[in-house]
């Protein structure tokens, strides 16, 4: 099954820390999620993530996220959201293990996702460094500051030039990638650049 991401839009990282926060906190207070079939498991997170939207649905939809918007759709936030909570709700870890660890998930025609989920944020290039690639420091409009690494092409990468300047607010889309940082000597999870808009 191919997933569609053309009328699922790229959600804001806000709006996914909301959202998998509140998951997070739901599949707390459900306990014992270990050792669960991948139907179980799809079950239990599909109940958390439509328990979390109901806490707030006119925030979720006001910035993009709307759960009526049938299945294919509905499947890209799941998506967008179970990559977010990998890396920010440990205890989901075991549940997402059970979605693609047997084969009631394939029956149901779920597979993982190849390609890696991209997010956006929109903020003033703070500071940057220049070492073997260029990390920048991105500031968001909560004031929450991030180090985003220049790895790659960034299309529109002329825009760049101009956003370490420090004046202006842009448009960035990133990918997380699982790199290996030799200053702590272990892999951990990397912001790379991928697009850049005024």
């Not at 944020?121 to 920048?136: A, I, M, R």
Request: with cysteine; charged share 30%.
């Amino acid at each position: 099954m191919i997933t569609i991401f053309s009328n699922a839009q790229k959600l804001e990282e806000e709006v996914l820390d909301k959202l998998s926060n509140s998951i997070c906190t739901h599949l707390k207070e459900k306990g014992d999620i270990e050792n669960l079939t991948s139907v179980e498991a799809l079950k239990v997170f599909t109940e958390s993530m439509f328990k979390a939207y109901a806490t707030d649905p006119e925030y979720y939809k006001k910035n993009g996220l709307d759960f009526a918007a049938g299945d294919e759709v509905l499947e890209a936030y799941g998506e967008q959201l179970g990559m977010h909570m990998v890396v920010n709700c440990p205890s989901s870890i075991s549940l997402f293990l059970s979605m693609a660890g047997d084969e009631d998930f394939e029956e149901m025609g779920y597979t993982t996702v190849n390609e890696p989920m991209s997010y956006t944020v929109t903020g003033k290039v703070v500071d940057f460094s220049q070492e073997q690639f260029y990390t920048l420091s991105i500031k968001d409009g909560n004031g929450r500051v991030r180090k985003f690494l220049w790895l790659e092409y960034v299309e529109n990468d002329i825009l760049l030039e101009t956003a370490m300047k420090k004046k202006n607010k842009y448009t960035f889309t990133y990918v997380e990638k699982n790199m290996y940082d030799p200053r702590i000597q272990e892999y951990r999870n990397m912001l790379v650049l991928t697009k850049i808009e005024e």
